[in-house]
């Protein structure tokens, strides 16, 4: 008996989270056309003028009763069900057409998944939303991660190869965090390399060298290469002298909801 009562606890146990599961991804279905998605703006700094000179764009989802919910909660999910691709059209067409009212040659960073790519409409997706929103194509930037790359290599190849033909960047994402090959970094067009927060927040010798390393790499190979997740002035002081060449953190710049790029791009800087 003991045995059954467990096995029905257990069972309960996984109906329930198989009914949080399938309530989210109904919540999910619906959020679009809700209007329930919003995109932050977090500044990156280029580390030679320290000026800000972009925001990456980051998705925020308001649920009508359990309230913000955080992009890792519900990505995995809408890449399973596929919803991302629509969510990640909507993203880039947001972000395209916030962008376009932000003066001189302020850039957009807009996060894409891997699920993308293999819809095969990214480059269709990315054409029509620089179009309809006047963005120019230089001022958008695609971040994609390593897990993008891992299997339909040639395809993603020359969407990419397309994409950087038309004008658009592209950065490597959470740099260090993934199946890091160096021959990615020869293989695909990219112009930036971020490098992951945690090798900026641990503060030993190892992280300095990793941090060193990759910053050299990137520089040889004339990349651009953001620190990510930079919250202190130590943090900061360490990234310059490894010769990164862009900052992005809460200590320069918090997401911020796109009404509010307009001030923080006219605030005097506070260093
Ligand atoms: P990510 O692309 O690496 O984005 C940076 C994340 O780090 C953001 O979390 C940002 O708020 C956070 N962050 C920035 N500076 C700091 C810092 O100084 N300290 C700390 N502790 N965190 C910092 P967020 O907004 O929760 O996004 C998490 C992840 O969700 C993103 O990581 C990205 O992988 C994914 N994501 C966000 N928006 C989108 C989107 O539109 N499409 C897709 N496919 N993924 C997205
Ligand atoms: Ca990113
Ligand atoms: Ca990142
Ligand atoms: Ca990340």
Redesign the pocket.
């Given at each position: 008996r003991a045995g059954r009562g467990r096995y029905r606890l257990f069972e309960a146990g996984m109906d329930d989270l198989l009914h949080k599961r399938r309530e989210m991804e109904i919540d999910l279905r619906r959020a679009l056309a809700l209007k329930q998605f919003e995109l932050n703006y977090?500044p990156f700094l280029d580390l030679k003028s320290d000026t800000c000179i972009g925001f990456?764009?980051?998705?925020r989802w308001t649920h009508p009763v359990k309230g913000n919910i955080?992009?890792?909660d519900f990505?995995s999910l809408a890449e399973e069900n596929g919803l991302?691709v629509k969510i990640?059209e909507w993203?880039l067409r947001t972000a395209c057409r916030e962008a376009a009212s932000w003066p001189g040659e302020m850039i957009v960073a807009v996060?894409?998944?891997p699920l993308q790519f293999k819809a095969d409409t990214l480059l269709e997706t990315v054409s029509s939303a620089l179009e309809r929103s006047g963005l120019p194509a230089h001022r958008l930037e695609i971040?994609i991660t390593e897990g993008a790359l891992l299997d339909d290599t040639d395809n993603v190849l020359k969407t990419l190869i397309a994409l950087r033909d038309i004008g658009v960047k592209i950065s490597m994402?959470?740099f260090g965090t993934g199946y890091s090959s160096l021959s990615y970094l020869q293989k695909f067009p990219f112009n930036k390399i971020k490098i992951d927060?945690s090798f900026v927040a641990c503060a030993n010798a190892d992280s300095e060298a990793i941090l060193r390393a990759v910053a050299g790499l990137g520089t040889s190979l004339g990349m651009a290469i953001t620190a990510?997740?930079?919250?202190t002035a130590d943090q900061l002081a360490r990234i310059r002298q490894e010769r990164c060449t862009h900052v992005?953190?809460?200590?320069t710049g918090r997401?911020m909801a796109a009404n509010l790029v307009a001030a923080f791009l006219t605030q005097p800087p506070t260093d």
């Amino acid at each position: 008996r003991a045995g059954r009562g467990r096995y029905r606890l257990f069972e309960a146990g996984m109906d329930d989270l198989l009914h949080k599961r399938r309530e989210m991804e109904i919540d999910l279905r619906r959020a679009l056309a809700l209007k329930q998605f919003e995109l932050n703006y977090q500044p990156f700094l280029d580390l030679k003028s320290d000026t800000c000179i972009g925001f990456e764009a980051l998705l925020r989802w308001t649920h009508p009763v359990k309230g913000n919910i955080p992009p890792l909660d519900f990505i995995s999910l809408a890449e399973e069900n596929g919803l991302i691709v629509k969510i990640g059209e909507w993203v880039l067409r947001t972000a395209c057409r916030e962008a376009a009212s932000w003066p001189g040659e302020m850039i957009v960073a807009v996060n894409v998944s891997p699920l993308q790519f293999k819809a095969d409409t990214l480059l269709e997706t990315v054409s029509s939303a620089l179009e309809r929103s006047g963005l120019p194509a230089h001022r958008l930037e695609i971040e994609i991660t390593e897990g993008a790359l891992l299997d339909d290599t040639d395809n993603v190849l020359k969407t990419l190869i397309a994409l950087r033909d038309i004008g658009v960047k592209i950065s490597m994402d959470d740099f260090g965090t993934g199946y890091s090959s160096l021959s990615y970094l020869q293989k695909f067009p990219f112009n930036k390399i971020k490098i992951d927060r945690s090798f900026v927040a641990c503060a030993n010798a190892d992280s300095e060298a990793i941090l060193r390393a990759v910053a050299g790499l990137g520089t040889s190979l004339g990349m651009a290469i953001t620190a990510e997740g930079v919250e202190t002035a130590d943090q900061l002081a360490r990234i310059r002298q490894e010769r990164c060449t862009h900052v992005q953190g809460y200590l320069t710049g918090r997401p911020m909801a796109a009404n509010l790029v307009a001030a923080f791009l006219t605030q005097p800087p506070t260093d």
